[in-house]
């Protein structure tokens, strides 16, 4: 087993759906620490480049290596939805779920799902049935059960969007805290505020083109495009 399925080098990675060209070439080495945001107008390709790295797209050209054997990669990635897929069960058991899933003891699994439910702040709805969560307790047990099995690299898309001040910034803590102890976050957002709170790397899409990508302060404090300072401004880019 690698110490690390980082880094991952995508070269000249496209995505294509039926006939239309929705993403790339891509070119992009995510390496290191940290949370890297994507920012971009709606359409410029969060969701699909997310994917794409995640594996739920294909890329139609180009290529993606991550420094560790497929399966070896996908088992130690997990991906957080926009809208959590909640299980017909418990929230304890949906939290146990991926490690029963790889094998581990169903005792040992409920063990570790109290902790990450603990962790997360769903400790006091363990029993409860995961679907009738409210949408921030939703997003956080989808984070638990991401981060169960400690990934090399947590995707995101827009995991705050619909929430309030309150559950955004419990889930912003979760995601610091997940940082800080090594896991590597991806996350795309909409929202200016968060992105600057949370990114230590932009990466900046447009029309389905990476812009730029560098460190979050350059990005924030002197945007080098002028369409990166469009974009900041609130500027609608076509
Ligand atoms: N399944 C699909 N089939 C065809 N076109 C698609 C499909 N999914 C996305 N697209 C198109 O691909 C482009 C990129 O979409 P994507 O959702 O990745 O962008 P985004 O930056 O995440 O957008 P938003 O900010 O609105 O969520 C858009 O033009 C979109 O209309």
Same mark, same amino acid.
């Given at each position: 087993m690698v110490s690390s399925i980082l880094p991952l080098e995508v070269a000249g990675a496209c995505v294509r759906k039926r006939g239309a060209h929705l993403v790339g070439p891509v070119d992009l080495t995510l390496t290191g620490k940290g949370i890297s945001i994507l920012m971009g107008p *709606?359409?410029?390709g969060k969701t699909t480049l997310l994917r794409l790295l995640h594996g739920l797209e294909r890329p139609a050209t180009g290529s993606l290596r991550w420094s560790a054997p497929a399966t070896e990669a996908r088992q130690r990635q997990a991906y957080v939805f926009q809208t959590p897929i909640m299980m017909r069960r418990s929230v304890l058991d949906s939290i146990a779920y991926p490690m029963t899933l790889h094998g581990e003891r169903r005792a040992r699994a409920r063990e570790m799902a109290r902790d990450w439910a603990e962790r997360v702040g769903i400790g006091h709805a363990i029993?409860?049935?995961?679907?009738?969560?409210?949408g921030g307790e939703k997003q956080k047990l989808a984070l638990a059960r991401a981060l169960i099995r400690q990934p090399d690299v947590l995707f995101l898309d827009e995991?705050?969007? *619909?929430?309030d001040g309150r559950a955004t910034r419990e889930i912003e803590a979760i995601l610091t805290r997940a940082r800080d102890e090594g896991v590597r976050i991806v996350m795309a957002t909409h929202d200016m505020g968060q992105a600057r709170r949370l990114a230590d790397e932009v990466l900046f899409l447009l029309k389905g083109r990476l812009h730029s990508s560098g460190p979050a302060d350059t990005f924030f404090s002197?945007?080098?495009t002028p369409e990166a300072k469009a974009f900041l401004n609130g500027d609608i880019l076509e």
């Open positions: *709606n359409g410029s029993d409860r049935h995961a679907t009738v969560l409210s995991p705050c969007a *619909n929430l002197h945007p080098r």
